[in-house]
């Protein structure tokens, strides 16, 4: 325990307890509702020391040891937790309090996004320790592993040039563009392609670009071990930005080539075909569900050529460059929409869980009416999210309060 810290630990509990030697000297027990009226008052002492003192390791636990030399006054162990609400608000900012037993307040949101800052400054620390090539084992050797990679939608918060503040409220004009955190998921599978509900398992995101995302995806599979999987599958959509470097996460990971497998979301597919049948001019209803339908049977028995040769037969008129590029998705993604092969084997053909990790991590905390996020509190709460949703909150917090712990010794 630092030395300022347990400075002002003794200060509290001088304060305290010349407050119960006080109570001592001017009671006196006469009555049974004397010493009613005593036991309270020294219970009350007990609560506001441990409030006092948890209050004090929990700001130390989560900030840099910066404190004055002149901190030997009582006051400075409560000062920032005292102010007015009034105060802040007046400054723009909002206070979420949690009330202790004593009645005093700790703002979560300060300790969140200042263990956010530990828990990022941690994954780069262990991402920068993987290297260039792959490192020990780890918990996904000799699994069957299955990653995927996929966009949302938030919207940042960004000062608006000359921005004069409110009267009434003091708060600044701000823009707010839209951006896409990009978020991962990491899973084993068993032989029938379905997840191991207690395995492993990791979520994390990042606000960065596609190059970004894709270190920390390789990243983690180091640290877990999966260069030592027996197969290792991708799964997305057919967006450029994740394929366009598949075949440099296959290399990165360290794994042969025959153990690893690129897969187009099989519903991602069909959307494509579903926009063939629509640009098709002159076809009821009924006709374009007619060959949606064919066209879906033949792509999941993995006749990708058939698929191929039928929207040639489409490709004339006045809409044949439209439906020229959906038939480019299936060439480029040839070899990865063979879904029958990829059936046959126990692979999966769907990429359900990263939609699944949007829509829990960005959607439903940081995507919303009126939610709009500063860039390195966004960062930080895509990460613990995450992890929280992943089933491994517990073990984030236990890791980087003992890495910020020996960091500081």
Not at 89 to 95: S, T, V
Not at 115 to 141: I, K, N, V
Not at 187 to 216: H, N, P, Q
Not at 360 to 376: A, I, T
Request: aromatic share 6%; hydrophobic share 40%; glycine share 8%.
């Amino acid at each position: 325990m630092p030395r300022n810290l347990k400075d002002e630990i003794d200060m509290i509990i001088t304060d305290v307890g010349q407050q119960v030697k006080d109570l001592a000297s001017a009671s006196a027990l006469r009555a049974p509702a004397d010493t009613v009226r005593v036991e309270h008052a020294l219970a009350f002492f007990g609560r506001q020391l441990a409030d006092r003192v948890m209050e004090l390791m929990l700001r130390s636990a989560v900030e840099e040891p910066e404190r004055a030399d002149n901190s030997g006054e009582a006051a400075s162990a409560t000062s920032a937790s005292e102010r007015p609400a009034s105060s802040t608000r007046a400054a723009g900012q909002r206070e979420t309090p949690v009330l202790l037993l004593g009645g005093r307040k700790i703002r979560v949101r300060t300790i969140t996004y200042r263990f956010a800052e530990l828990a990022l400054a941690l994954r780069s620390e262990r991402m920068a320790e993987q290297g260039q090539a792959p490192q020990g084992s780890g918990a996904l050797a000799g699994k069957r592993v299955v990653a995927s990679v996929d966009g949302g939608r938030i919207r940042i918060r960004e000062r608006a040039r000359g921005g004069c503040r409110r009267k009434e409220t003091r708060h600044r004009s701000f823009k707010a563009p839209w951006r896409e955190p990009k978020v991962l998921t990491v899973y084993s599978i068993d032989e029938k392609g379905r997840k191991e509900r207690r395995r492993v398992s990791l979520t994390d995101g990042t606000l960065k670009d596609a190059d970004v995302i894709f270190a920390l995806l390789v990243g983690h599979l180091r640290l877990l071990g999966a260069h030592e999987a027996d197969a290792f599958v991708l799964i997305g959509d057919g967006a450029r930005w994740i394929w366009n470097r598949v075949q440099a996460l296959f290399e990165a990971v360290g794994l042969p080539a025959h153990r690893c497998v690129a897969i187009v979301d099989f519903y991602h597919a069909l959307e494509h075909l579903q926009h063939v049948a629509d640009l098709r001019a002159g076809w009821s209803a009924a006709e374009r569900r007619s060959w949606f339908r064919r066209a879906k049977k033949a792509l999941r028995a993995g006749r990708v050529e058939r698929v191929i040769a039928d929207i040639d037969e489409l490709c004339v008129g006045r809409r044949a460059k439209a439906i020229a590029t959906e038939r480019k998705y299936f060439v480029k993604n040839m070899e990865s929409v063979r879904y029958r092969d990829f059936e046959r084997r126990g692979l999966p053909i769907g990429s359900g869980a990263v939609e699944s990790a949007v829509r829990r991590v960005v959607n439903q905390r940081l995507k919303g009416n009126g939610c709009c996020w500063l860039e390195p509190h966004a960062e930080g709460i895509l990460h613990l999210r995450g992890n929280l949703k992943a089933g491994r909150w517990d073990q984030l917090v236990h890791e980087v309060l003992d890495h910020h712990t020996r960091r500081r010794a």
